[in-house]
């Protein structure tokens, strides 16, 4: 899929039993989710990639923990989740594998 600027965006997919989180993104924006580790919640640090439900994705890290905040800003989100930092790191190692 065309992004509006012409280059690639794809959805990424988490879920869990309980839930399902798409989040649509350009792949290049993506492979910045690599900074992870600087976007650094106690410093109210994030990085804005991506749309989910028509509002902007902002990813940030407290302690081991990775969070999804989403929502008009990264400080009155609407929906939030943690995840593995891990998880995140893949999202972006195969983000950069096809950018």
Do not use: Y
């Not at 410093?43 to 940030?60: E, H, K, N, Q």
């Not at 009155?76 to 983000?95: H, M, N």
């Amino acid at each position: 899929m065309l992004n509006d600027s012409g280059g690639s965006a794809v959805v990424v997919k988490l879920q869990t039993e309980t839930w399902e989180l798409n989040i649509w993104a350009p792949v290049a924006d993506l492979v910045r989710l690599r900074d992870i580790r600087r976007a650094d919640w106690d410093s109210r640090r994030s990085l804005a990639v991506g749309i989910c439900a028509g509002s902007p994705v902002f990813w940030t890290v407290q302690e081991d923990q990775a969070a999804i905040l989403i929502g008009r800003d990264d400080e009155t989100w609407d929906i939030g989740i943690s995840l593995p930092i891990e998880t995140v790191d893949e999202i972006a190692r195969l983000a950069d594998e096809h950018n």
